[in-house]
């Protein structure tokens, strides 16, 4: 791999051993300290070296090979390299595994260094600090995705740890996105699960804090960094510095917390980018109680952007995602993961839906040329931060034409909502004249780098089609001087040759040497050497000419680049109005996606208001009805206060296991999201008042980092929605209590029931296995009971998946594990065993005498004991196996019966 490099001159001073550094490794050093908790990525030539334990770790990473070079202190030097052209792969990957990478440029040709003398080394110095929460490029982006960097500050309220305020800033630099928000030490949590942020920055103190440091070590790239970058004294200085503006009061009435997180952004945005500014938009503040609340918990649960595994497919946000850009798929995401509490809003986002479910045409249109339009925001951002290409122009002048021809479209709608005809304004921002003047520029094939030229129009600069056409045509221009000199000096054998020696000259033989060296024509040949039968002659014309053959591709490339750098200024003083345009592209993108998937599954525009109301006719589970083949099966949901009261019902609901009362549970939560983020659901008909918070605990599992049980993750749960839940809000809940012992679990169930009755007084659906639990509907008067309804048929169980007053007489589990397929022997015994225990338990029934609900039961009727023995003996029976035994054994087991069937009589 070495003997291929392209290294600068003073690459082999790295390989000689050394009582001192060599000049390269000194330099190498000096930047390393500079740059502390980076790996260096340290250019050399073709590639980027890495030197000691960066090396030892990057070769890890990468998977690449470990090897040496000179030495350092009398030790070899570890070294592993990587290829320029390929350091984008080999960052993802870094990044991925939560590295961060200094990276370290030439800022000097070699030829320069070594015109200041032969031991000179080039010029280096890291250009950018790479990170996860401040990538650019398209290659390390998802493009359907948001990279937001998050920043945490803490002020204390008082000297309880709960009482503490937190302020989160966060943005998303490659599409310009700043906002920040306050939160409570309970919502912090929430916050972070519904941001999802590629990396969170906090200070060096709230890192160590004892009580959040476990939490905060358990999320992936979280950077500590000095104090002096959460400094609430400088925070207004520096947010104002980075936006250009007198005061911070242009962007509303922040308070002290949040002007420390929004600073703490832009500080470590300029630092990793050395000083360079993102196209960042002013800090837009999120009103406290403006979006759903939604849990950690409950988005896991939900699956809303992602499943349980981690992948994307399967989730929410995957079933319902048609949009037909990267920008529309980022905003739909937001959207789904932050949905609206006002319901003025919501109604304005579905007015939207409306109009494009309404006027097909109109629909198919905006996403046909939408699906032309590029990812305007990030294009325009790399172009900023100098990291932009040929290939970012083409994104802003395909980009500004899509949004001038998607205006003049939507003005033959018959109806114009405000978010349409706000969009609308939006896309005739960008002057026409820039697109023109980028088409007018721009080749119709792009190279990715703008270091590769050929990205420049031919026609559009003189100098340029010359300096091309040297570069390019060079033996035919020097053809066409060859036959103008023969015509005018009347030598047609005269050649025109090069020679590393003596570059072009003209060459002739003797006999006509001393034509060109005689008058007139001497004033146009210069004399240069005579060899034996030839003569050789300059011009000045020719010289000139050389000099511009040997120039003409660095001439070419740097004009290139002066029009690139041209182009990209007359792109940044217009981002202002691409970022606007980029914006409505992105909002009509969702607004028709959602319309298209209205249309194609029959979705419903939902009646949203501030009422209690939750009234849901024929709701379907978003996701499971794409994924099954069969028809899905309708069901109602009727939380509504009953009365007109001012507190919602619960269900309980009971049935079998795999009937659906886990789909008809996040059914309804879904249709919930769905509402109050702005889109159709999946219903006939669907009335929800503003759900404020929105809980589920569906499932449990352990957590193992934390030294939490399943039942304890389950408690922690079930503790937070009981602890936070309001009239407001939406509860789902699933099997609380079958964690632990029977008694503890049914207990825990009941408490909670009442609790969310009496004192949360939520809309709630809550099911459950204790069928003891469905007498509290006599003595709860908003709890209602509800059932799954099955059949059996010769022995089997057959799901219907209709959900109907009621309550389930037993839960058919034996059924459900015969399906599963365990063994016919588990199967028969299991059925044994439970005969068994529900005759011990009709024998001593359960002690429910002294709870009030239970105390007006009717006792049950004592069992006949001769039944219940002849269901021992049958028991006893069915639990042999006779092809298993042998004859003395059989012959035992016989007596055996005989002798247990005379005792029982």
């Known amino acids: 791999m070495d003997a291929a490099r392209n290294l600068p001159p003073d690459e082999t001073a790295a390989q000689e051993p050394a009582a001192r550094p060599s000049p390269v490794m000194e330099q190498y050093l000096e930047i390393k300290s500079a740059n502390p908790g980076s790996l260096l990525f340290y250019r050399m030539g073709d590639f980027y070296e890495l030197f000691f334990e960066d090396a030892e770790i990057a070769s890890r990473a990468l998977g690449i090979v470990l090897t040496k070079r000179g030495k350092h202190l009398g030790q070899d030097i570890p070294m592993c390299g990587v290829p320029v052209h390929r350091a984008d792969e080999y960052l993802h990957r870094l990044i991925a595994q939560g590295h ?99 990396e969170i920055i906090v200070s060096d103190a709230l890192y160590s804090d004892a009580e959040l440091a476990p939490y905060l070590r358990t999320l992936p790239a979280v950077t500590p960094l000095t104090r002096d970058v959460f400094d609430s004294a400088t925070a207004e200085r520096r947010l104002s510095d980075y936006f250009a503006v007198a005061t911070t009061d242009a962007f509303g009435t922040l308070t002290r917390l949040e002007l420390t997180a929004a600073a703490a952004c832009v500080t470590y945005v300029e630092r990793t980018q050395l000083g360079k500014r993102p196209p960042l938009s002013p800090p837009v503040r999120e009103a406290q109680g403006a979006t759903l609340s939604i849990d950690q918990a409950t988005r896991a649960n939900l699956e809303l952007t992602r499943t349980l595994g981690g992948e994307r497919r399967g989730s929410l946000l ?6 037909v850009t990267a920008a529309g798929s980022r905003l739909l995401a937001q959207r789904l993961a932050a949905p ?3 319901p003025d809003e919501i109604n304005r986002r579905l007015d939207s839906i409306a109009v494009f479910c309404a006027d097909a045409l109109a629909r ?18 790399r172009l900023v931060v100098g990291r932009g290409g040929p290939r970012d122009l083409a994104a802003i002048r395909d980009g500004i034409e899509a949004a001038a021809y998607l205006a003049k479209r939507l003005e033959a709608l018959a109806e114009k909502p405000d978010e349409i005809a706000q969009a609308m304004v939006s896309l005739r921002r960008p002057d026409p004249a820039l697109a023109q003047e980028l088409t007018k520029s721009l080749a119709d094939e792009l190279p990715l780098f703008k270091r590769d030229g050929g990205f420049v129009r031919e026609g559009c600069l003189a100098a340029l089609d010359e300096a091309r056409a040297l570069r390019d045509e060079s033996r035919k221009v020097i053809a066409g001087l060859q036959a103008r000199y023969a015509d005018d000096s009347g030598v047609k054998s005269l050649k025109i040759k090069h020679n590393n020696v003596l570059g072009y000259f003209v060459d002739v033989t003797a006999q006509h040497g001393e034509k060109l060296m005689s008058a007139p024509l001497n004033a146009t040949f210069i004399h240069r050497q005579t060899l034996a039968g030839q003569v050789r002659f300059t011009t000045t014309e020719l010289g000139e000419l050389e000099a511009k053959i040997a120039n003409a591709a660095d001439r070419a490339l740097n004009l290139e680049l002066e029009i690139f750098e041209r182009l990209t200024a007359a792109v940044i003083a217009a981002s202002e109005a691409i970022k606007a345009a980029a914006d409505a592209l992105s909002t009509l993108d969702v607004a028709s996606s959602l319309a298209a998937l209205s249309v194609e599954r029959q979705y419903v525009r939902p009646d949203v208001d501030r009422s209690l109301d939750f009234i849901i006719e024929g709701g379907r589970h978003v996701v499971v009805e794409q994924s ?7 069901n109602d949901c009727d939380l509504s206060p009953p009365g007109g009261g001012k507190s919602g019902r619960i269900w309980l609901m009971t049935g079998p296991n795999m009937a659906g009362k886990s789909t008809f549970l996040r059914q309804n939560a879904l249709i919930v999201v769905l509402a109050q983020m702005g889109s159709f659901v999946p219903a006939r008909h669907a009335k929800i008042g503003v759900v404020d918070r929105l809980f589920s605990r569906v499932g449990a599992a352990d957590d193992l980092a934390r030294g939490r049980s399943t039942f304890m993750v389950e408690m922690v ?5 009981l602890n936070q839940a309001t009239p407001q809000s939406l509860v789902i809940l699933d099997e609380i209590g079958r964690g632990t012992a ?35 509907s006599t003595k709860l008067p908003r709890l209602h009971n509800a059932t799954v309804r099955v059949k059996e048929w010769q022995g089997d169980v057959v799901f219907l998946h209709e959900v109907v007053p009621g309550a389930a007489d037993r ?24 005969a068994m225990l529900e005759a011990e338990d009709r024998a001593t029934p359960r002690g429910f005498e002294d709870l009030p609900l239970f105390a007006a039961q009717a006792k049950p009727v004592a069992p006949d004991p001769h039944q219940s023995a002849l269901e021992a003996l049958v028991g006893a029976l069915q639990a042999l196996n006779p092809d298993e035994m042998s004859p003395r054994e059989a012959l035992e087991a016989l007596y055996a019966l005989k002798q247990k069937s005379q005792t029982k009589a």
Do not use: M
Request: glycine share 6%; with cysteine.
């Open 100 to 198: 961060r990478v200094a990276v370290c440029e030439q800022l000097e040709d070699p030829a320069e260094a070594k015109k200041r003398g032969g031991k000179s080394i080039v010029r280096r110095n890291v250009i950018r600090l790479v990170t996860a929460g401040t990538l650019t490029e398209d290659t390390l982006l998802d493009a359907r995705r948001n990279n937001y960097l998050l920043a945490v500050v803490r002020a204390r309220v008082s000297s309880d740890a709960a009482d503490a305020r937190f302020a989160l800033g966060w943005i998303d630099i490659s599409t310009g996105e700043f906002r920040i928000a306050e939160c409570d030490r309970v919502g912090l949590a929430a916050e972070i699960a519904r941001l999802e942020p590629s």
């Open 318 to 323: 995957a079933a319902i995602d048609r949009t």
């Open 340 to 342: 609206l509490t006002d």
């Open 364 to 381: 198919q249109e905006t996403r046909q040329h939408l699906g032309a339009a590029p990812d305007l925001s990030r294009a325009l951002s």
């Open 628 to 634: 099954i083949e069969t028809p899905f099966v309708a």
């Open 717 to 721: 749960e079930t503790a937070s929605i």
């Open 742 to 776: 029977t008694f503890d679990g049914l207990s825990i169930a009941w408490a909670a029931i009442e609790h969310l009755h009496e004192q949360n007084r939520s809309r709630a659906l809550f099911a459950t296995h204790f069928h003891e639990l469905t007498v509290l």
């Open 811 to 834: 839960s058919y589990g034996i059924q459900v594990a015969k399906l599963a397929g365990l063994p016919a022997s588990v199967i028969e015994r299991a059925k044994v065993v439970l």
